[in-house]
């Protein structure tokens, strides 16, 4: 999987040279050919530049079983210690199918008497050459929050100063070693492994960053690196769904005060695994979360700003501790997820939290867009309406569910007369739908026309209700209707891009005056059922 780096590698410059300190993972040296030991080379013998011109090698591959091979330590030094005058800004390099990426950083050394003395030190990951630009840009991002602590520790004890110390040490006695031993294999990254603090935090990042994608170490017990890798963290419902940090973006722009939060993990866990030193408006908010308030109602409960809770509900879902969702009540409808992937672990652990309850009976239920109220019985005790509410949340955790808004699209009349029937008034509204030429197609609407909507649906609907007024008797709509339709056209609700939660929002309206301005005009506007766009990108691949 292109997310998962190949390699983490750590390589200094100062005075005394460039040098490969440590990397991982690392592969012991592969036995030599014995031929090698009791075949000597002839000093005398001559290349033939034809015999190399037609046997030069083809670019070979670099990755092998998920790890960087084929480039010694020599090379690698050479090509990640680069001069002063780039430290301090991206460095990427991409060789066969590899892609290294790090963030060159100069820092005084410590302990030293030379004036203007310096250090260059280079934390690069290897990743494969077509992971995207996003992946990219979050792996340099973590080579430059490691290197800014490293150069505070360096800076405040020496460090980085003792670590490399003892790194070179164990590179010499290796190197000694072998040269008593003409088949020694013994790799000096094991012993560096044991005595080096910053090796077994190299190590520790690069087994975080493989599995579950979530940093929190404490370099020299001192300054703690966090760090998330969103495409690693978000795709755990959905094998090969990758969500990018953009894709939040662009959810977390389209929040609105309507929206809700729904945690991901239990109130009472996440607070226990925050930092000490958190926030205390997070923790505030935490405590006073519940999936059927909005965000508004919890920024009030909390006694926080709007733009406070719209901020920690940002870090929450980046790290993948909380998702997206319209606050639960009766009227909401869900169906199942057209990417929901039921597994027999998934069977198994809903059944652990719901004895008598079956997962496949329960989504079988959803297979047809359902609403709440339409679950709950009356007659039931609230000890079992409470059952299915948390069952409903469950499945939403678990992306099963996709909540389903509704959208209306005023349709002039045909022709501008009234229809006598029913019949008549659907074949034409389908004549409408399907006409590529006719300005009011849906298909055109949602992709935005530079019709002046607003003026265009107010003049048609004035003609019909004047059409209605004289031709008809029993259309007996009060005038409070008609202008509130009026309003809601000219304001652009009712052009297929608003959906009711939305209007009930923005223009303060109750549900249940525009389900009866639904009704009550019911021949001029088509209503159909859709997810919330930004809500829907924290969801499917074909959403983003």
Same mark, same amino acid.
């Given at each position: 999987?292109?997310?998962?780096?190949?390699?983490?590698i750590?390589?200094?410059?100062?005075?005394?040279?460039?040098?490969?300190?440590?990397r991982?993972?690392?592969?012991?040296?592969?036995?030599?050919?014995?031929?090698?030991?009791?075949k000597?080379?002839?000093?005398?013998?001559?290349?033939? *530049?034809?015999?190399? %011109?037609?046997?030069?090698?083809?670019?070979?591959?670099?990755?092998?079983?998920?790890?960087?091979?084929?480039?010694?330590?020599?090379?690698?030094?050479?090509?990640?210690?680069?001069?002063?005058?780039?430290?301090?800004?991206?460095?990427?390099?991409?060789?066969?199918?590899?892609?290294?990426?790090?963030?060159?950083? %100069?820092?005084?050394?410590?302990?030293?008497?030379?004036?203007?003395?310096?250090?260059?030190?280079?934390?690069?990951?290897?990743?494969?050459?077509?992971?995207?630009?996003?992946?990219v840009?979050?792996?340099?991002?973590?080579?430059?929050r490691?290197?800014?602590?490293?150069?505070?520790?360096?800076?405040?004890?020496?460090?980085?100063?003792?670590?490399?110390k003892?790194?070179?040490?164990?590179?010499?006695?290796?190197?000694?070693?072998?040269?008593?031993?003409?088949?020694?294999?013994?790799?000096?990254?094991? %012993?560096?492994?044991?005595?080096?603090?910053?090796?077994?935090?190299?190590?520790?990042?690069?087994?975080?960053?493989?599995?579950?994608?979530?940093?929190?170490?404490?370099?020299?017990?001192?300054?703690?690196?966090?760090?998330?890798?969103?495409?690693?963290?978000?795709?755990?419902h959905?094998?090969?769904?990758?969500?990018?940090?953009?894709?939040?973006?662009?959810?977390?722009?389209?929040?609105?005060?309507?929206?809700?939060?729904?945690?991901?993990?239990?109130?009472?866990?996440?607070?226990?695994?925050?930092?000490?030193?958190?926030?205390?408006?997070?923790?505030?908010?935490? &405590?006073?979360?519940?999936?059927?308030?909005?965000?508004?109602?919890?920024?009030?409960?909390?006694?926080? *700003?709007?733009?406070?809770?719209?901020?920690?509900?940002?870090?929450?879902?980046?790290?993948?501790?909380?998702?997206?969702?319209?606050?639960?009540?009766?009227?909401?409808v869900y169906?199942?997820?057209?990417?929901?992937?039921?597994?027999?672990?998934?069977?198994?652990?809903?059944?652990?939290?719901?004895?008598?309850?079956?997962?496949?009976?329960?989504?079988?239920?959803?297979?047809?867009?359902?609403?709440?109220?339409?679950?709950l019985?009356?007659?039931?005790?609230?000890q &079992?309406?409470t059952?299915l509410?948390?069952?409903?949340?469950?499945?939403?955790?678990?992306?099963?569910?996709?909540?389903?808004?509704?959208?209306? &699209?005023?349709?002039?009349?045909?022709?501008?007369?009234?229809?006598?029937?029913?019949?008549?008034?659907?074949?034409?509204?389908?004549?409408?739908?399907?006409?590529?030429?006719?300005?009011w197609?849906?298909?055109?609407?949602?992709?935005?026309?530079?019709?002046?909507?607003?003026?265009?649906?107010?003049?048609?609907?004035?003609?019909?209700?004047? /059409?209605?007024?004289?031709?008809?008797?029993?259309?007996?709509?009060?005038?409070?209707?008609?202008?509130?339709?009026?309003?809601?056209?000219r304001?652009?609700?009712?052009?297929?891009?608003?959906?009711?939660?939305?209007? /009930?929002?923005?223009?303060?309206?109750?549900?249940?005056?525009? %389900?009866?301005i639904?009704?009550?005009?019911?021949?001029?506007?088509?209503?159909?059922?859709?997810?919330?766009?930004?809500?829907?990108?924290?969801?499917?691949?074909?959403?983003?």
């Amino acid at each position: 999987m292109e997310i998962n780096p190949l390699s983490i590698i750590l390589v200094k410059s100062d005075s005394k040279g460039d040098r490969l300190l440590f990397r991982y993972p690392h592969t012991t040296k592969h036995t030599r050919d014995s031929n090698q030991y009791t075949k000597k080379r002839n000093p005398y013998s001559l290349t033939i *530049t034809e015999d190399l %011109l037609q046997s030069l090698p083809f670019p070979t591959s670099n990755i092998s079983n998920g790890n960087l091979t084929g480039v010694n330590d020599e090379v690698l030094s050479t090509l990640f210690a680069v001069k002063p005058e780039l430290c301090e800004q991206k460095f990427e390099l991409k060789v066969n199918d590899v892609r290294f990426v790090g963030h060159p950083t %100069l820092v005084p050394s410590h302990g030293l008497k030379e004036v203007n003395s310096s250090m260059l030190f280079n934390i690069v990951f290897a990743l494969q050459a077509q992971a995207s630009h996003s992946i990219v840009k979050c792996y340099y991002d973590l080579s430059t929050r490691l290197g800014i602590a490293l150069r505070h520790e360096e800076r405040r004890c020496g460090f980085l100063t003792e670590e490399i110390k003892i790194m070179v040490s164990t590179h010499d006695e290796i190197a000694t070693r072998s040269e008593g031993e003409s088949d020694c294999d013994e790799s000096p990254y094991e %012993l560096i492994l044991q005595r080096s603090s910053l090796a077994r935090d190299l190590k520790s990042v690069f087994s975080s960053l493989s599995t579950s994608g979530i940093i929190n170490i404490m370099i020299n017990k001192w300054i703690q690196v966090r760090f998330c890798l969103p495409q690693k963290v978000h795709q755990s419902h959905e094998k090969g769904f990758v969500i990018n940090p953009e894709i939040i973006d662009r959810c977390l722009n389209s929040l609105r005060p309507y929206h809700g939060l729904l945690l991901l993990i239990e109130p009472s866990d996440l607070l226990d695994s925050l930092p000490i030193d958190s926030s205390p408006a997070l923790k505030r908010l935490i &405590q006073m979360y519940s999936p059927l308030k909005n965000l508004q109602t919890l920024a009030a409960d909390s006694d926080l *700003t709007l733009t406070q809770v719209f901020q920690l509900t940002g870090h929450l879902v980046y790290w993948a501790k909380a998702t997206i969702i319209y606050p639960l009540c009766e009227s909401n409808v869900y169906v199942v997820s057209p990417d929901a992937i039921i597994t027999n672990q998934l069977l198994e652990i809903f059944s652990e939290e719901f004895p008598g309850f079956c997962l496949l009976q329960v989504l079988s239920d959803f297979s047809l867009p359902t609403s709440i109220s339409q679950k709950l019985n009356p007659l039931n005790q609230l000890q &079992q309406q409470t059952q299915l509410v948390k069952i409903i949340i469950w499945l939403l955790k678990n992306h099963l569910l996709l909540q389903l808004h509704t959208y209306v &699209q005023y349709m002039p009349m045909v022709h501008g007369r009234v229809l006598d029937t029913k019949d008549e008034m659907n074949h034409n509204v389908n004549e409408i739908i399907h006409s590529s030429n006719n300005a009011w197609n849906l298909s055109e609407i949602s992709k935005g026309n530079t019709v002046d909507m607003a003026e265009e649906l107010t003049m048609s609907f004035r003609k019909e209700n004047e /059409m209605y007024n004289y031709q008809s008797e029993d259309y007996d709509i009060p005038s409070d209707d008609r202008k509130l339709l009026d309003r809601l056209c000219r304001l652009g609700y009712f052009n297929g891009n608003r959906h009711l939660e939305e209007i /009930m929002y923005l223009e303060n309206i109750r549900r249940s005056q525009l %389900l009866q301005i639904l009704d009550k005009f019911r021949d001029v506007l088509i209503t159909c059922e859709c997810e919330d766009p930004a809500i829907a990108l924290l969801y499917s691949q074909f959403s983003s």
